[in-house]
């Protein structure tokens, strides 16, 4: 058996950036995935794990040469032993969005064999306080903190650099149930709302059930606990390419999967009017009916509470015209890509959080002649290594 890096300290010359948050080096014929380092960088990295293999993982330690990218980041639980929510808190506000964009397309080619020049577009707001929506985990003494990177211990903190005003802060001065977590959301009032959660129970202890949000020229209610997108522009900014892209025909019938509380059907709604119709999938009963809440103005958008696989294999359902679908981290995957596919619609908008699960799907849709004609990637997440990628796909030309 081979010898355990663990604990073992390696000079390395830092290669490619990999999807995770991580940059490739190689070290005695294996690959070292390698955090709080940059493309181009001589470092010093201590082996964090190594389960055998290929590969193994660690941490810069120590920086020999800067990329000239490199900046001080600004909170010191980005870095090694720290909290992990932030992967790029060291690189510039450019070399992030490089870095995604860089991830992106590689995720593209390897998995589904396209050649796209990707560019990650900014957000207003920077880099910091931008993030609505936070689960914090509680340690022994009853404080919120992060879990330490890839670890069950808790750091405690007062505060978080990516954080909204309103939400960690709120937190610090009480005490909380050992062992649970805490889930703190700002909406669109300014409101905090926070529940202490206990396995999937959640005790609200701050603001109320119900949070405000502003998006796609509507106010949305919905369960304070419940999906809605963390950056505080992200859900009308893609509301409005998915509208773009969709364009569904008016009197059309238009889909979209994975509906949460119907941000999307709400724009497929108004194009297609009250001649059309739009059909809304969300496997969340709370969801789903706030969706049927928001969406009372408009009787044609019809919303299913049940799982989108299970849901368009319903022959009763109509085609539809366009699809859009925002599917979570994993993906939609083979049953429901074919399932769209075979109802043969204009374009597939496809909303994507994960770009490996985007590019894996693309290859789906391509078995079945449809062709990435658009991409839009943006910096939903600034200082982390997540992206939000708007893909159309349409009938690829005879
Ligand atoms: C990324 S969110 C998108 C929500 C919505 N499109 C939005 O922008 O606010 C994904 C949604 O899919 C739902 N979901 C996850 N798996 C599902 C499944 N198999 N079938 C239907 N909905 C699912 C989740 O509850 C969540 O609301």
């Known amino acids: 058996m081979s010898e355990n890096w663990v604990g073992r300290r390696i000079e390395v010359e830092v290669g490619a950036v990999a999807h995770g948050g991580h940059c490739v080096a190689r070290a005695d014929g294996r690959v070292v995935f390698v955090r709080h380092a940059l493309p181009g960088e001589r470092v010093v990295v201590e082996i964090t794990e190594d389960k055998g293999g290929s590969f193994c993982r660690g941490d810069a330690v120590r920086v020999l040469t800067a990329s000239p990218e490199r900046v001080d980041a600004p909170c010191e639980l980005a870095a090694p032993g720290g909290c992990g929510g932030c992967d790029w808190q060291h690189a510039s506000a450019a070399e992030q969005r490089r870095l995604k964009a860089v991830v992106v397309a590689e995720q593209l080619q390897r998995l589904a064999g396209l050649d796209w020049d990707v560019e990650v577009e900014e957000l207003a707001g920077g880099l910091e306080h931008w993030r609505t929506r936070v689960r914090l985990a509680v340690d022994r003494a009853g404080r919120v903190g992060f879990h330490r990177h890839r670890s069950h211990s808790v750091i405690p903190v007062r505060e978080c650099v990516i954080a909204a005003p309103g939400t960690v802060d709120v937190l610090v001065e009480r005490s909380w149930t050992p062992g649970s977590s805490v889930e703190v959301a700002i909406d669109a009032t300014g409101r905090t709302h926070a529940s202490e959660v206990v396995g999937k129970r959640g005790t609200r202890v701050l603001g109320g059930p119900v949070a405000v949000e502003r998006a796609a020229r509507r106010e949305w209610t919905l369960d304070a606990r419940g999906f809605w997108q963390v950056h505080p522009d992200a859900a009308d900014l893609l509301a409005e390419v998915a509208g773009q892209w969709a364009a569904p ?150």
């Open 249 to 398: 025909a008016e009197g059309a019938v238009a889909w979209d999967l994975y509906s949460g509380v119907g941000l999307f059907a709400s724009v497929l709604g108004r194009a297609v009017g009250p001649g059309g119709e739009v059909i809304a999938v969300e496997s969340s009963r709370r969801a789903a009916e706030d969706s049927a809440d928001n969406l009372v103005d408009m009787p044609w958008v019809r919303t299913f509470a049940g799982r989108v696989e299970h849901v368009v294999e319903s022959a009763s359902l109509p085609d539809p015209d366009v699809v859009v679908l925002d599917p979570p981290r994993k993906g939609a995957g083979r049953p429901v890509v074919d399932a769209i596919a075979a109802r043969a619609p204009r374009r597939v908008v496809y909303v994507a959080c994960d770009p490996a699960a985007l590019a894996r799907d693309v290859a789906l849709f391509a078995g079945h002649g449809y062709a990435l004609t658009g991409l839009r990637a943006f910096d939903t997440f600034p200082m982390t290594h997540h992206v939000e990628c708007v893909a159309l796909l349409e009938p690829a030309q005879a």
